[in-house]
């Protein structure tokens, strides 16, 4: 099955700079790819996504890119700010015609410093 | 608004005693889902229904039953509440085919005594 792998567990990055988290995925036949920003005692919140039609994706300060040779996608944060202190999980999943799951990377904790 | 909504949001059982957690949902989806998620873990699949077609994970403990009586509701049961079963559980839901994106209930946070 599918498997994905997600890193760092931990970053911390000065208020302003960037950052950036990488995942690695096992199942070639994955072809969507969310990015889930879970904050303190909150659900997870789709933040962006990603398919495999595509090499990058960017939504203001965020943005995704995915090497589908490689199995890899990173999560990239612009200009950060403390309100993006949170945990990011990264996710794949393979489409098929009755449901669909989507397997969890380990999840990265952002702290902003100020 | 269109949602998914779970009650409680915060259940305290003891021991070995049965406890229910319920999520509905308005957005007319025909997939949902139950995870079970601990403390700085992802999320853990537990089982998910394409309408009422069930699909249990292989390493889900039998303890956890679930049932989805219509499109709007799923339930989750967990017949005898260990130590090792307090966690958040979160419900979700998708639409099937091309679009993969899952709409996450609040969670119900399960204390067990």
């Known amino acids: 099955g599918e498997n994905v792998e997600q890193h760092p567990s931990t970053l911390s990055v000065q208020e302003g700079d960037s950052a950036v988290i990488k995942c690695t995925y096992s199942?070639?036949?994955?072809?969507?790819f969310p990015w889930y920003k879970q904050e303190l005692g909150k659900r997870p919140q789709l933040i962006i996504d990603i398919r495999s039609n595509v090499g990058e994706k960017k939504d203001q300060r965020i943005a995704v890119t995915l090497n589908k040779t490689a199995k890899h996608f990173s999560l990239h944060i612009t200009e950060t700010q403390p309100e993006d202190s949170a945990v990011y999980f990264c996710a794949a999943s393979r489409e098929y015609s009755s449901a669909s799951k989507i397997i969890f990377g380990s999840g990265t904790r952002l702290s902003i410093r100020p | 608004d269109a949602m998914v909504i779970q009650n409680p949001r915060y259940q305290v059982t003891q021991f070995g005693k049965p406890v229910t957690l319920s999520c509905s949902q308005t957005?007319?989806?025909?997939?949902m889902y139950w995870y079970q998620q601990k403390s700085s873990q992802a999320p853990k699949l537990l089982f998910h229904y394409y309408d009422k077609d069930f699909n249990n994970e292989a390493d889900t403990p039998d303890n956890f039953q679930s049932r989805r009586p219509n499109t709007s509701f799923c339930f989750l049961d967990i017949r005898s509440p260990g130590l090792g079963d307090a966690a958040m559980y979160l419900c979700?839901?998708?639409?099937?085919?091309?679009?993969?994106?899952?709409?996450f209930g609040p969670g119900t946070r399960l204390t067990v005594l």
């Open positions: 199942d070639s036949a994955s072809n969507y």
């Open positions: 979700a839901t998708s639409r099937p085919g091309q679009v993969n994106e899952q709409f």
């Open positions: 957005l007319n989806h025909n997939v």
